[in-house]
């Protein structure tokens, strides 16, 4: 079934729960749990605070906090103020959240009070006015509160309040009287402002409207099955600020009126004591997750749909999970301009190995000549292009780069090397900027990483291109070994040269301690040559 695209704001989705759903469970924290409408009380109640703040319509609000009930407040606070939310990643360095706050022009901050001091030092050098912060004991059971007391700055944050006029705590915002209202909210307005590498690889910010990211929620609702409002519940691992996170996490529970168990961060130990207490209906995650749960000990683990996203899923990582728990991992793909999901395999249909599946409901995607940009049949390798709802308006306050991946057109351009089956999936060959040009010829580094993952002793390989003055660049190849393995640098060249052409074997590898991650647990392909260490050694050819 297709939704239809939709007439309406964000906000509707919000209020719709509220009046369909009020007494039914919304969120569990710590054990401690929550009907949407205290949810909805509380979000009155702080954007009632904010707004003394002087939140509006077109006010950026950046939310530098993990997963918590703060954040699901100020969210919907923001919004039916008519702001813009900017969520900010809490692990930034202060150069790199001094930069992201600038760029946003972000003009208010709800901040953890672990992270206040951060922010203190750096926020004169943005467009921050107010710095609201939160401290996770707020909404914690009491023996929580307990243990967290002990190492909080919460009495420290309470000094700043007192001489700095810029400062206020997230709770006595609560304490304000509900006296505002929801102004009229064009659906094409922007509500949330994320930062992505994008298909590029700079920082900018994807204005995703109030109209992408409600279609986005209901194309969800669509492609999974046996949702039924109130009567599901959601394990939300995966960080908020993210866009996956935001939508399968939060926005379709609010569609669905489901219970999310909302978990600040990923503890595969705890994670699994949830799905054992609970009956998890939906857990979204990512390949690091699913990898850290098989790898746990005489555990249990019980959901009934797991989505794999934000990285490519390793075939036998699909393998080893439905071996070990009997749940089918499925694959899904997405891009945060297109708010983020655009591709899904089917959750009780077929699975095809290595697919990124069929386009959701709404969605048309096409795979197009990386020279001419003209439409391919099956079976041909070229760009993916995808249109649709979802597809962000635009960066923010950057008309170039907008045009460079959306062009005159409605067809984003991924930025993603892919190829489509006759039957209509979709399957990711490699990024187009990963590509490398090696004497004349492309090499995937998806394919070289596959064969390497394929040697007993290798954990995990990450391949990328070095500039190389006889072929123009070279394939150097890092690898992390399982835990008490060992193999030598030639034994892989003999591995390699039965499964790979020569042009295509690593020329440079390089045995590593730990492979640099972002946060959905992605190499940073950019970093390693700073943070590898080598254990074994590396070796250099020009075979």
């Keep these: 079934m297709e939704p239809p695209p939709p007439d309406a ?40 605070g904010l707004q003394s703040l002087g939140v509006g319509v077109g006010t950026h609000v950046a939310l530098i906090l993990p997963n918590c009930p703060q954040f699901v407040i100020t969210y919907w606070a923001g919004l039916v103020l008519g ?72 009495a420290r944050t309470r000094q700043h309040t007192d001489k700095d006029k810029a400062v206020h705590l997230f709770r006595d915002l609560l304490q304000y009287p509900e006296r505002f209202e929801i102004p009229e909210i064009d659906p094409e307005s922007p509500a949330v402002l994320l930062f992505t590498g994008g298909v590029t690889g700079v920082s900018k910010l994807a204005a995703l409207s109030h109209r992408n990211l409600l279609a986005n929620a209901l194309q969800a609702r ?53 799905s054992r207490k609970y009956h998890i209906d939906l857990f979204p995650g990512v390949p690091t997750m699913f990898s850290a749960l098989v790898k746990l000990s005489n555990t249990s683990f019980a959901a009934d749909v797991c989505i794999s996203g934000g990285s490519a899923l390793p075939e036998t990582l699909r393998r080893d999970f439905r071996e070990r728990f009997g749940i089918s991992l499925i694959q899904g793909y997405g891009l945060t301009e297109a708010g983020p999901i655009t591709h899904c395999n089917p959750v009780r249909g077929h699975h095809r190995a290595g697919s990124i599946g069929l386009p959701w409901p709404g969605t048309v995607a096409r795979i197009v ?148 991650r972002n946060f959905l647990g992605k190499p940073l392909r950019s970093q390693l040559l700073q943070a590898a260490k080598p254990i074994v050694g590396k070796e250099t050819d020009r075979t």
């Excluded at 924290?29 to 509380?42: H, K, S, V, W």
């Excluded at 009126?257 to 994670?271: D, G, I, Q, S, T």
């Design 9 to 48: 704001s964000l906000i509707s989705l919000y209020l719709e729960a509220l009046q369909s759903a009020g007494q039914s469970p919304a969120l569990v924290y710590f054990d401690r749990r929550f009907t949407y409408a205290e949810i909805g009380r509380f979000v009155r109640q702080f954007a009632s």
């Design 222 to 274: 669509a492609w999974i099955p046996g949702f039924r409002d109130g009567k599901n519940t959601i394990l939300a691992a995966l960080p908020l600020l993210h866009s996956y996170g935001l939508t399968v996490c939060h926005h379709l529970a609010w569609q669905s009126k489901a219970l999310v168990l909302l978990e600040p961060r990923f503890n595969p130990n705890r994670v699994a004591r949830l």
């Design 83 to 154: 702001g813009r939310i900017v969520p900010i990643n809490p692990l930034l360095s202060e150069r790199e959240m001094r930069n992201q706050l600038k760029m946003s022009g972000a003009q208010v901050a709800i901040v953890l009070d672990r992270l206040f001091p951060r922010l203190y030092r750096i926020y004169r050098h943005t467009g921050i006015h107010s710095i609201v912060v939160a401290s996770l004991e707020t909404f914690m059971p009491t023996l929580d509160k307990i243990g967290y007391r002990l190492t909080t700055r919460i």
């Design 369 to 516: 000549d990386l020279e001419t940009g003209a439409a391919l049949p099956p079976g041909r390798v070229g760009e993916l292009q995808v249109a649709g709802p979802q597809i962000m308006t635009g960066y923010y306050r950057n008309l170039k780069e907008t045009k460079e991946v959306c062009g005159d057109t409605p067809w984003l351009r991924t930025g993603d090397v892919a190829v489509m089956d006759s039957d209509g999936y979709f399957f990711i060959v490699d990024r187009k900027k990963d590509i490398i040009f090696s004497g004349g010829y492309n090499i995937y580094p998806s394919e070289v990483e596959s064969v390497l993952r394929g040697h007993p002793a290798i954990a995990e390989a990450v391949v990328v291109g070095m500039p190389d003055s006889y072929y123009g660049e070279k394939v150097f190849a890092y690898l992390l070994l399982h835990k008490g393995r060992s193999v030598s640098i030639a034994e892989l060249r003999r591995f390699c040269r039965d499964k790979l052409t020569g042009y295509k074997i690593p020329r440079e590898i390089l045995i590593v301690d730990q492979i640099p």
